[in-house]
């Protein structure tokens, strides 16, 4: 596999997962799982997600110019690595319709349970809107968050 570019690939990718494309997070976390060893089904799945990526292309983050409601959306996958049976998580946050953060991570303990997985990824999502809301309460002397939600 030495001949092949997956780490240059994968960096690009990275770059556009944590800049405008959320909708990518979480496969660009998978895939550099098995940067220092993939494999020729890594090399694929990273064929796979760039012809993603080429094919919507055309996917935007729009802004507008009203009164925006900054709301949260969190999730895990209980027991998704099958090697170490740890959750994955993921968070992301609009203001209005726009996505301004998100993340996909591994779980730094193991859940014995859906719901302990569930609320591992919410608490992450909520400190997340905490720290979000003291940043827009300095800068805009007021706070606007008003929901945090699990789904």
């Not at 220092?36 to 694929?44: D, F, R, V, Y």
């Not at 993921?90 to 319709?97: C, D, L, R, S, V």
Request: proline share 3%; glycine share 4%.
């Amino acid at each position: 596999m030495a001949e092949f570019p997956y780490r240059s690939l994968l960096d690009c990718l990275c770059f556009l997962a944590n800049r405008t494309r959320p909708d990518i997070s979480n496969a660009v976390n998978i895939l550099s799982q098995y940067q220092n060893n993939p494999g020729k089904e890594h090399w694929k799945g990273l064929l796979r997600l760039l012809g993603y990526v080429k094919s919507t292309s055309f996917y935007q983050l729009n802004l507008s110019c009203f009164k925006p409601k900054i709301v949260a959306f969190s999730d895990s996958d209980f027991a998704a690595c099958r090697d170490d049976r740890v959750s994955m998580g993921g968070q992301i946050i609009f203001i209005g319709q726009a996505p301004i953060m998100w993340r996909t991570f591994k779980e730094k303990c193991v859940s014995l349970s859906i719901m302990e997985a569930e609320f591992i990824a919410l608490t992450e999502a909520a400190k997340e809107m905490t720290w979000f809301d003291r940043i827009l309460g300095e800068c805009c002397d007021r706070r606007i968050i008003e929901d945090i939600q699990e789904k």
